[in-house]
């Protein structure tokens, strides 16, 4: 049954720490292969790659070139949870199918997130490179208990994180959130916070630390910008670890020199590899897109997403199909 399937995996890394998702592929027998460049591929050169393939197995390269171009495509099958790498109207005019593995990645996004949380306001990361450059002023910060912590999107990463933040004891969480989050809310309630939602205005007007995990939309392209850094407290923290393009680079540029923020920490850029001016500033704290790499979170993603693909090639029940409200969300 595989022998008609042709498989491509775009994403980098793949199988590098733990083997056991090519290992399925190859007792399927799937003809297959995996990204040669050993790096995030461009639209034209998955386009090249996997033009005349029927599923892909995709991180965050741009799909559009491929899903526009392709005649044979079937089925998308993605590492991870962001999609706005992938044109879901034109997916769903071309009869292509779409998965991806959006429970794999919440722990380990989560954990980093709160890691930053006590990194960035308190100056850790700037303790350090002043200390390599034989500094030593034992910078000042603030600690989760005594602030006020501001959540962005309430969905599965967003609500692990207030979880978490239970044993902080934060002074109050904030929540933004499109949807009504009441039953959410009540939920973390009972864990002992005091949790409310808010407008993103509130939000941004009150919290000390503020974390945002929304997905890239035409609603959330440039979520924080001018406007809204300027309705943050001088004494705040911004983190984005959810898409490039939500906060607007340049404006968190202006927004840091002028000390109108305290200090940003970013793990995902409108352009990546990313080398734009925010690497000039000492209260900002840059990572490479690695929210999810953990080795464990890397294996379930690549794993489930592997499996899905074996299960849409023998044709049975997918178990993460991207749902409708995905499709109805899409811009293209």
Same mark, same amino acid.
């Given at each position: 049954?595989?022998?008609?399937?042709?498989?491509?995996?775009?994403?980098? $890394?793949?199988?590098?720490?733990?083997?056991? $998702?090519?290992?399925?592929?190859?007792?399927?027998?799937?003809?297959?292969?995996?990204? $040669?460049?050993?790096?995030?591929?461009?639209?034209?050169?998955?386009?090249?790659?996997?033009?005349?393939?029927?599923?892909?197995?995709?991180?965050?390269?741009?799909?559009?070139?491929?899903?526009?171009?392709?005649?044979?495509?079937?089925?998308?099958?993605? %590492?991870?949870?962001?999609?706005?790498?992938? *044109?879901?109207?034109?997916?769903?005019?071309?009869?292509?199918?779409?998965?991806?593995? =959006?429970?794999?990645?919440?722990?380990?996004?989560?954990?980093?997130?709160?890691?930053?949380?006590?990194?960035? =306001?308190?100056?850790?990361?700037?303790?350090?490179?002043?200390?390599?450059?034989?500094?030593? @002023?034992? $910078?000042?910060? /603030?600690? /989760?208990?005594?602030?006020?912590?501001?959540?962005?999107?309430?969905?599965?990463?967003?609500?692990?994180?207030?979880?978490?933040?239970?044993?902080?004891?934060?002074?109050?969480?904030?929540?933004?959130?499109?949807?009504?989050? #009441?039953?959410?809310?009540?939920?973390?309630?009972?864990?002992?916070?005091?949790?409310?939602?808010?407008?993103?205005?509130?939000?941004?007007?009150?919290?000390? /630390?503020?974390?945002?995990?929304?997905?890239?939309?035409? !609603? @959330?392209?440039?979520?924080?910008?001018?406007?809204?850094?300027?309705?943050?407290?001088?004494?705040?923290?911004?983190?984005?670890?959810?898409?490039?393009? %939500?906060?607007?680079?340049? #404006?968190?540029?202006?927004?840091?020199?002028?000390?109108?923020?305290?200090?940003?920490?970013?793990?995902?850029?409108?352009?990546?590899?990313?080398?734009?001016?925010?690497?000039?500033?000492?209260?900002? %704290?840059? @990572?490479?897109?690695?929210?999810?790499?953990?080795?464990?979170?890397?294996?379930?993603?690549?794993?489930?997403?592997?499996?899905? !693909?074996?299960?849409?090639?023998?044709?049975?029940?997918?178990?993460?199909?991207?749902?409708?409200?995905?499709?109805?969300?899409? *811009?293209?």
């Amino acid at each position: 049954m595989f022998f008609n399937h042709k498989l491509f995996i775009s994403t980098y $890394p793949f199988g590098k720490y733990d083997k056991s $998702p090519v290992e399925l592929l190859e007792q399927t027998g799937i003809n297959f292969s995996i990204n $040669p460049l050993n790096r995030k591929l461009t639209s034209a050169e998955v386009l090249d790659f996997a033009k005349d393939c029927t599923g892909i197995i995709a991180g965050t390269e741009n799909l559009e070139r491929l899903v526009s171009e392709s005649k044979n495509l079937k089925f998308i099958s993605r %590492v991870g949870i962001g999609l706005d790498s992938v *044109p879901l109207k034109l997916c769903r005019h071309k009869g292509i199918l779409v998965s991806y593995t =959006p429970d794999a990645v919440t722990l380990a996004v989560a954990e980093i997130v709160l890691g930053m949380m006590i990194t960035l =306001p308190r100056h850790v990361v700037f303790a350090d490179r002043q200390i390599r450059n034989g500094g030593w @002023t034992r $910078p000042v910060g /603030i600690s /989760i208990q005594s602030s006020v912590i501001g959540i962005v999107g309430l969905g599965r990463v967003g609500y692990k994180i207030s979880q978490m933040l239970t044993s902080l004891k934060p002074k109050k969480i904030l929540v933004c959130d499109i949807l009504d989050k #009441s039953e959410d809310i009540k939920r973390l309630r009972a864990f002992g916070l005091d949790i409310e939602q808010v407008t993103l205005n509130s939000l941004l007007s009150f919290s000390d /630390i503020v974390s945002v995990h929304v997905p890239l939309t035409p !609603l @959330t392209q440039n979520l924080i910008a001018t406007h809204e850094l300027k309705q943050m407290k001088k004494s705040s923290f911004l983190i984005n670890f959810s898409r490039g393009g %939500v906060v607007n680079e340049s #404006s968190a540029y202006e927004s840091l020199k002028k000390n109108e923020i305290a200090g940003l920490a970013l793990d995902v850029y409108e352009k990546e590899p990313y080398s734009g001016n925010l690497i000039e500033l000492d209260n900002v %704290v840059l @990572t490479q897109h690695m929210g999810s790499c953990s080795f464990d979170c890397r294996l379930a993603m690549e794993s489930q997403a592997t499996e899905e !693909l074996i299960r849409f090639f023998k044709g049975e029940k997918l178990m993460s199909e991207v749902p409708d409200f995905e499709f109805e969300n899409s *811009p293209t």
